[in-house]
């Protein structure tokens, strides 16, 4: 499951993948040996729609920060949520469910435990998921196979070629200032207090070029014309979230300074790439309250911009021989195997712990709020299922 709009958080967006049978059964389906059927699920229900519920989910929420207040009881999304289904549908949705978070796009899932797919480390909001028991977590860099697509051309550009000889020492892009990015503002302006920002080229030199789709391209001449991009990321916070906006740099081979949660530098070179310390002081990524990391960042920018022209131009030179290499590391097969292996088996040790466990008891509730002249559970699972293993676990668990 994944948000169908790039970038959107509401769960009307929500979009499920495998949705009915014929999804199911066709080309992109899970084959017949593959998909955990409930034990002794007659032949004559295999195509029914428990078949569906009854699979495993991968929520994928791998592109934005996790928000788990968001979609809490009294969350606006949640109501918008219900107002949708009440309104358009004329379907009024269990309120016992409310807690089910996420998990409201798929009210009847019978998996005790759906995958959260994520792409942020240090996170208090997967451990709020996680504590609920409904959700485990599994990390991926999602951005590093989003960015290769994106960035392609820059592995063969022969426009691009920065050199030491720059208009100004900085690129900054900053297009958004709310939410998670209003730090963003007050980056700014330390930076114009200092003086700074003259050294600064805020945005792209080309302004009228920037569309929707900038964060998916990048501008020969910002990164020609320009010495050190300045990477201003989602979250400053105590999370790790790294995305397109440090990648870009990095399949621009140019160099940067990064503004993000404490660790990420360290997080980059886990993964293989090359940061500039000592030629550039890199020491702010130790630093775990915000306001003195992005301090420590602004002084340096500082430093960096009172050298002479002869000391600034050893210093490109060297920072440019790194970023070669990290670009040549990014486009690298290794790197897409690193990121995607990654992704397989986080996902599937977050699976082996809970192994496709059904909660029929949550299911159930849900079911009968909704239809409350329904028959028992007995009753309906004799008469609709015939299944002796359904009726078992519902009798022990609603003790009935």
Request: with cysteine; aromatic share 14%.
């Amino acid at each position: 499951m994944y948000y169908k709009k790039w970038g959107s958080r509401e769960l009307i967006d929500v979009y499920p993948y495998q949705i009915n049978n014929q999804w199911l059964n066709g080309p992109n389906g899970i084959s017949v040996e593959d998909r955990y059927n409930i034990p002794n699920l007659p032949n004559k229900l295999l195509n029914h729609e428990w078949i569906i519920i009854a699979q495993p989910v991968l929520f994928c929420h791998d592109q934005e920060p996790l928000n788990f207040n968001l979609y809490s009881e009294h969350g606006y999304y949640v109501n918008d949520f219900y107002k949708l289904f009440e309104g358009k549908r004329n379907i009024t949705i269990n309120p016992t469910l409310r807690d089910r978070n996420l998990r409201l796009t798929i009210s009847n899932s019978l998996q005790k435990t759906w995958v959260l797919l994520h792409s942020e480390l240090n996170s208090k909001n997967l451990a709020c998921y996680e504590s609920t028991g409904q959700f485990i977590g599994a990390y991926w860099w999602s951005h590093a196979a989003i960015s290769r697509d994106w960035y392609r051309f820059a592995q063969y550009d022969k426009a691009l070629n920065p050199t030491s000889d720059v208009n100004k020492l900085f690129l900054i892009y900053c297009r958004a200032f709310t939410g998670s990015r209003e730090y963003r503002v007050d980056f700014l302006n330390r930076l114009k207090n200092l003086s700074v920002l003259d050294h600064c080229q805020v945005g792209s030199f080309h302004p009228g070029s920037v569309k929707s789709d900038a964060s998916a391209i990048y501008d020969v001449d910002d990164y020609n014309n320009t010495g050190i991009n300045i990477v201003l990321e989602t979250v400053v916070d105590e999370r790790i979230h790294l995305t397109e906006k440090i990648l870009r740099p990095i399949a621009c081979g140019h160099p940067f300074m990064l503004a993000a949660g404490p660790g990420s530098l360290a997080l980059l070179r886990k993964y293989g790439f090359e940061t500039f310390d000592p030629l550039i002081n890199e020491s702010y990524d130790e630093i775990h309250n915000s306001q003195e990391r992005l301090n420590a960042i602004v002084n340096e920018m500082l430093r960096l911009s009172k050298m002479s022209k002869q000391q600034l131009a050893a210093l490109l030179k060297n920072c440019f021989a790194i970023a070669e290499r990290n670009k040549q590391k990014f486009f690298s097969s290794e790197f897409f195997d690193q990121v995607t292996n990654e992704l397989h088996d986080n996902v599937r040790t977050a699976f082996d712990v809970h192994k496709g466990e059904y909660d029929f008891v949550t299911w159930w509730n849900n079911y009968n709020w909704r239809n409350q002249h329904s028959p028992t559970p007995v009753e309906y699972m004799t008469n609709t299922l015939h299944n002796p293993y359904l009726i078992s676990h519902i009798e022990q668990h609603l003790k009935l």
